[in-house]
């Protein structure tokens, strides 16, 4: 067997291309759906997150309608945005360099291409990491931030800029680094 077998018999190199080639497979899938509503939705979503002002101002009614407690979940949820997104678009971008997808999706719901790096989703990683926070200490407004926030990751392949491994990769440091934020944060410790 091959030393650098993951012990199904390919090489890592082929499981790598396996991977690749499946998402690639589910981006095409995702690029070749058509639905009209979602193309008037989706885009305008995927930008609202740009530069987490969809978090700032989702952060701003929990802070102004939570008393207290909302506005120290807030700040959490906010660092645990900016902590995110400078791990996942300052560091993993420039370490992996991974190619956009080419875009096949419809003009009508395409947005720019950013000029960053694939993986992971910068957008994906601040969504999962606002509502690892937000979902987690305020449990009525779980299931609604946590739909948001998969709205938000489901855009991005939607809107031809991700790949689902992005999102994916996403996703995962995002809840990660959320998890984190909510161990450390110094509240838990009053």
Known sequence: MNSTSDGTGLSNREA??????????????VAGWHSPFLDRVVPPLSNAANNAVLWMGVAALIAGFGGRKGRLVAAEALVAVGVTSAIANLAAKNLVRRE??????????????????????????SAAA????????????????????AGVSFSRVY????????????????????????????????
Not at 132 to 138: D, I, M, Y
């Open 16 to 29: 790598l291309e396996q991977l690749t080639e499946a998402d690639a497979a589910v981006f095409q899938a």
């Open 100 to 125: 956009r997808p080419e875009t096949s999706v419809p003009a009508s719901r395409r947005i720019e291409q950013p000029d960053s790096s694939s993986f992971p989703s910068g957008h994906t990683a």
């Open 159 to 190: 809107t031809g800029v991700h790949y689902p491994g992005d999102v994916l990769a996403g996703w995962t440091l995002g809840r990660f680094v959320g998890g984190m934020v909510r161990t450390l944060w110094p509240g838990r410790w009053r």
């Open 130 to 149: 606002f509502s690892a926070v937000v979902g987690s200490e305020l449990t009525p407004l779980y299931a609604p931030v946590n739909l948001l926030a």
